[in-house]
């Protein structure tokens, strides 16, 4: 009876990479949380720079505006134009009468055609107003012949009074095709007197273009310039104001935009200037907002997480220095100036942190003291910052300072840990690789032992055994 050895079956590379994959799975497995811990506080790290800076962002911008409170200018109906004011309008009522609305110049040069210019071009000139200095253009018709054909064509007269240097978009010109006839039409950008424009052809030596462009009958004032005239406190007994704009700045930081002209049978229209209480309320919600979202974004940083719910930690569950800010913001919050808090304005803080603010008892408080609102919030400027944004941006710059902030020295530390981490993982797969050729080795000469012991075996069987065959 033959003998029969049994032993396991051994194949080298599969066994070798099992085993070599045990043997560095503790250290994998702790490199990749760290990897991923890394990760996820460099993402953390930059979200949370990004939401600081648009809560400072927003903070400078009520800085900019120079006033949380909000002033309005109302006309009694609409029809009559437009108005607004800025924080220094002192509330009032003021009555106007527009005499004159004030117009743009518009002129037409008709019985224009193509001229040759081998029969000579000259300068034709553009008179703005009195066409002293910078309001004369001159426009060189030889050069206004852009594609130098000898030909010259009203397109390209009025191209060249467009794109002259001294124009800046003040005057206009057009073409205008009416019976095949093309007409120069010449439009003034601004309104009033001063700003009327019109052709000099003194200068031009083309006699067909010249003859043109003086001709009584083919000149036509489509719109004659004029100036504005409004009365404050009515016609005739008031004081007439007269001017080349509809827009009016008489009024201390109030903005006046008149669309009509009134008949004489009407009366004079009332502009009110007042402070907007809903509008002053949508800039203090806007700071609320702006609060909260940031405060928000740092609680989920900073939360413990839920296990029973399966809600993770933040990257910062338990951290002092985030801890330490976010008690710092609300210490800023309950700043008391002049015995006055946010609080005594509707603006109080929520079981969960974030700020709310009751439109009704801001409006009670402003008609009581609506300056201490701007002396409360203050602002955030670099050179004196004072109330509520300047105690925030200094709490929040130890953070979001560019060269020693927390921000800065925890993305640096962290960029630093991701370096090593790789270099450790160069060095994990380097001990594996060693792993792998050693058990490689060994299971390779385990396999051959075994093919040897196999042959021996065959060997002693054909020599001993029963089988004679």
Do not use: C
């Amino acid at each position: 009876m033959a003998s029969v050895i049994t032993a396991p079956q051994y194949d080298p590379i599969p066994t070798a990479e099992k085993l070599a994959t045990k043997a560095v799975a503790a250290q994998k497995a702790a490199l990749q949380a760290q990897n991923t811990l890394a990760s996820n506080t460099s993402t953390a790290l930059g979200n949370l720079k990004s939401a600081i800076s648009a809560f400072q962002s927003a903070m400078s911008s009520m800085t900019s505006s120079k006033s949380v409170l909000s002033q309005s200018a109302t006309f009694p109906a609409a029809g009559y134009g437009s108005a607004t004011a800025g924080i220094n309008a002192t509330p009032g009522t003021y009555s106007f009468f527009v005499e004159k609305l004030a117009t743009a110049s518009q002129m037409s040069y008709g019985g224009l055609s193509s001229v040759n210019t081998a029969d000579g071009t000259g300068t034709l000139k553009v008179k703005i107003g009195d066409g002293v200095g910078d309001n004369t253009l001159d426009i060189d018709l030889a050069a206004a012949d852009k594609d130098g054909n000898g030909t010259l064509t009203p397109q390209e007269i009025a191209a060249a009074i467009n794109g002259n240097s001294k124009n800046n978009s003040r005057v206009t010109a057009s073409i205008v095709t009416i019976n095949n006839q093309a007409q120069l039409v010449l439009t003034s950008n601004a309104t009033g007197i001063a700003n009327a424009a019109t052709l000099d052809a003194s200068g031009v030596n083309n006699i067909a273009l010249k003859g043109a462009l003086i001709a009584p009958a083919n000149i036509k004032e489509v719109v004659t310039a004029d100036d504005a005239t409004v009365w404050l406190g009515g016609k005739p007994g008031g004081t007439a104001i007269t001017q080349a704009s509809n827009t009016f700045t008489n009024v201390q930081d109030v903005k006046i935009t008149f669309t009509r002209a009134m008949s004489a049978a009407e009366a004079p229209v009332t502009l009110t200037v007042a402070t907007d209480n809903s509008g002053t309320a949508a800039n203090v919600q806007a700071f609320v907002d702006a609060y909260n979202k940031l405060k928000t974004l740092m609680d989920g940083l900073a939360s413990p997480g839920n296990p029973e719910k399966g809600v993770a930690a933040g990257v910062f569950a338990h951290d002092s220095g985030l801890n330490a800010l976010r008690s710092r913001m609300g210490d800023a919050l309950r700043l008391n100036v002049n015995g006055v808090s946010l609080v005594s304005y509707g603006i109080t803080a929520q079981r969960d942190g974030t700020i709310s603010l009751n439109a009704a008892k801001l409006t009670a408080k402003l008609a009581d003291n609506p300056t201490g609102l701007d002396k409360l919030f203050g602002n955030n400027s670099l050179s004196a910052p004072a109330g509520v944004l300047g105690s925030l941006d200094k709490v929040l710059g130890q953070w979001s300072n560019i060269t020693k902030g927390q921000i800065t020295q925890r993305q640096a530390a962290t960029e630093k840990l991701q370096k090593s981490l790789v270099k450790s993982g160069e060095r994990l797969t380097a001990q594996y690789d060693t792993a792998y050729k050693r058990f490689l080795d060994q299971f390779t000469r385990l396999q051959v032992m075994q093919e040897q012991m196999y042959k021996t075996v065959d060997m002693f069987d054909a020599m001993f055994g029963n089988d004679k065959s």
